[in-house]
């Protein structure tokens, strides 16, 4: 493992799932993150992961008590938003009409259409941008799981077409964030992930 992956990672420990799924997807490319919501741990971490799977309203509730929701937005190195992790950096969601970090301007909506919701399993990416995506080829597959979708914006680093094209990725500034489970995404997913650590 080249020295650049062995830097310090935080992944956030709250109230959402697919915290411990991270963290051993990690833990095979041979990198041991520390899972934590000690906030001076979170500041100095070289990397932060923000992952997870659940519901938007009592999350942020969870954030706001925990300080969290103030502590994320002040953080100056590379973060990853993960899944309900992207949704939750954006302004708002329709899941419980909340109000999230607003990081990003996108708003989160449900998705409505014919097809069913959730939105389970592999699909493909395209209009890839950036460095998160080096070396993923156009139209990879990655895996996702989710009822809710961020609008595309001018941050829209990758889209996915269910129902019509949304984010698959944003970022703006030192955040980043993945509508898809990379740790679920096989070799792509681990590409992904090291190029974010990388970063």
């Not at 069913?116 to 460095?131: Q, R, T, Y």
């Not at 970022?171 to 990388?198: M, R």
Request: glycine fraction near 8%.
């Amino acid at each position: 493992m080249s020295n650049s992956l062995m830097s310090n990672i935080a992944i956030i420990d709250y109230n959402a799932g697919n915290v411990q799924s991270v963290y051993y997807a990690l833990k095979r490319m041979g990198i041991e993150a520390n899972i934590t919501a000690d906030h001076q741990e979170i500041k100095n971490a070289d990397k932060v992961i923000f992952p997870g799977v659940g519901e938007a309203a009592s999350t942020m509730k969870y954030l706001k008590k925990s300080g969290l929701d103030l502590l994320i937005p002040s953080l100056e190195q590379s973060v990853l938003g993960i899944c309900l992790g992207m949704q939750l950096l954006c302004s708002n969601t329709e899941e419980g009409q909340t109000n999230c970090l607003s990081i990003f301007p996108n708003k989160v909506k449900l998705f409505k259409g014919k097809e069913k919701v959730p939105h389970i399993g592999w699909n493909s990416i395209s209009n890839l941008k950036g460095e998160l995506f080096k070396g993923i080829k156009k139209d990879a597959y990655v895996y996702f799981v989710h009822s809710f979708y961020v609008e595309t914006q001018s941050d829209t680093i990758a889209t996915c077409n269910y129902m019509g094209d949304f984010s698959a990725a944003i970022q703006k500034n030192n955040f980043y964030a993945v509508q898809f489970h990379p740790e679920k995404s096989g070799d792509t997913g681990q590409q992904i992930l090291k190029n974010f650590i990388e970063l």
